[in-house]
Nanobody, 122 residues
Framework: VQLQASGGGLMQAGDSRRLTCAASGRTFRSYAWFRQAPGKEREFVAAFMPSGRRSYYTDSVKGRFTISRDNGKNTVYLEMNSLKPEDTGVYYC??????????????????WGQGTQVTVSS
């Protein structure tokens, strides 16, 4: 299984950007994006469960970010709108088979991409 994240860059507050995660291998129960800011722990951002097409978000990105998956391309997207400086960090895509109660947990995901840097200036 390989996960290749891309799409990061330097943006200004209020900008929009789409992150892409190209995946290989089988379909997993859940795909998620996490981020890690300098000096902070990796935190959950959003998750998508293909079965039932359910999505989950951390409160700080609700209404601004949208996670989706293109089944045919085996690719997961994170559409980010109204970006804020506090969205700055390295964004990692992940895949795994967590139970529902662990869909937001780092431990629920076994496979990780290499990360893509998102920097939002004020």
């Amino acid at each position: 299984v390989q996960l290749q994240a891309s799409g990061g860059g330097l943006m200004q507050a209020g900008d929009s950007r789409r992150l892409t995660c190209a995946a290989s291998g089988r379909t997993f129960r859940s795909y998620a994006w996490f981020r890690q800011a300098p000096g902070k722990e990796r935190e959950f951002v959003a998750a998508f469960m293909p079965s039932g097409r359910r999505s989950y978000y951390t409160d700080s990105v609700k209404g601004r970010f949208t996670i989706s998956r293109d089944n045919g391309k085996n690719t997961v997207y994170l559409e980010m709108n109204s970006l804020k400086p506090e969205d700055t960090g390295v964004y990692y895509c992940s895949a795994g088979d967590p139970i529902l109660s662990a869909v937001r947990a780092f431990e629920g995901y076994r496979h990780w991409g290499q990360g893509t840097q998102v920097t939002v200036s004020s």
